[in-house]
Each structure stands twice: as C-alpha cells, then as structure tokens.
C-alpha cells in the first residue's frame, strides 16, 4: 500500500533556548504555523515554544511516533546532542519548510 503523507517529530524551543518540546505531526509547515500562532492552547502557548530546531522525516506514522516516544524519553542532554548535532547554532529552520 503506498502512502504519499509525509511525517515529521520535531523539536521546538523558545528564543531563549531554554525549553524543548517534542512533537510527532503529519504536516510539519502546517504544525509549526500552529504554533506560531499558538492555536494550540496548553504547553507551547504558555512558554511561547516556536522556533523549530530540528526535524525527521518519516514515511509512516508509526516510525514518527515510535521515535518521537524514544526522543521524548532521553534526559535533556541527550536532546541537545541531537539538536547540536545538525543545527548547531540552533537556527530556526522553519523558513525552510514548503
């Protein structure tokens, strides 16, 4: 069966570098402009999480939410690491989605 929907888990944080969130969604662009607009009600309205420091892709569902349950449990460091190890400036990379 052949999907053409693309999944993504993210990483947000806010201007200050200081939270992360973690989120698995199946339209990355559309996401991230939720939550620059903050029509989502709840955590990354309240600490103001918009900049998008990293992303994978993924074909299915289940691959993007077994990795974002595996991203969300490691300890902050780790998530850092990650981040670091692709953006290491950590750049807002949402101007670069379509």
Request: positive net charge; hydrophobic residues 40%; glycine residues 6%.
């Amino acid at each position: 069966m052949a999907h053409d929907r693309q999944y993504a888990v993210y990483i947000l944080t806010n201007v200050t570098n200081h939270v992360l969130y973690t989120g698995v969604t199946n339209n990355l662009a559309r996401r991230v402009y939720e939550h620059h607009q903050k029509f989502v009600k709840g955590f990354t309205a309240k600490y103001n999480v918009t900049k998008l420091v990293y992303f994978e892709a993924f074909s299915g569902a289940y691959e993007a939410i077994t990795r974002e349950k595996q991203i969300k449990g490691w300890v902050r460091r780790k998530k850092i690491a990650l981040i670091d190890s692709v953006n290491p400036i950590w750049a807002d990379v949402s101007g670069n989605l379509h």
